[in-house]
C-alpha cells in the first residue's frame, strides 16, 4: 500500500490498526524482510516520498516554526529506519 502512494494513516486505517506510527513499523519490517535489490529499490522511493513530504512541510508550516520543527522531527524519525 506505501508502494502505492499511501500514507501511514491510510495504511493503518485499511487494516484497522489505531496508529499510523504501528503501520510505519509494519512496513520497516516487511522492507527489512525484502531481497537486497528489493529492499534497496524500496528504500530508496520511500526516501523520495519523504523528500516530497519535507518539501510540503517546510510550505505549508514556514508561518509556525514550532510546528514544523515539530513535524520534521517526527519525518526524521521515519528517515532513520531506512539507513
Known amino acids: 500500500m506505501r508502494e502505492a502512494g499511501s500514507s ?3 495504511i493503518a486505517q485499511a487494516l484497522g490498526i489505531k496508529r499510523a506510527r504501528e503501520a ?4 520497516m ?3 527489512g524482510n525484502r531481497p537486497d535489490p ?3 529499490a524500496m528504500a530508496r522511493r520511500e526516501s523520495q516520498r519523504l523528500d516530497q513530504l519535507e518539501a ?5 508550516d514556514a508561518h509556525d516554526p514550532e510546528k514544523m520543527t515539530r513535524r520534521l522531527g517526527a519525518l526524521e524519525d521515519l528517515r ?3 539507513r
Open 80 to 82: 532513520q529506519g531506512l
Open 29 to 31: 519490517r516487511a522492507l
Open 38 to 40: 528489493d529492499r534497496a
Open 56 to 60: 510540503r512541510i517546510r510550505s505549508r
Open 24 to 27: 510505519h513499523t509494519l512496513f
Open 8 to 10: 501511514y494513516a491510510q
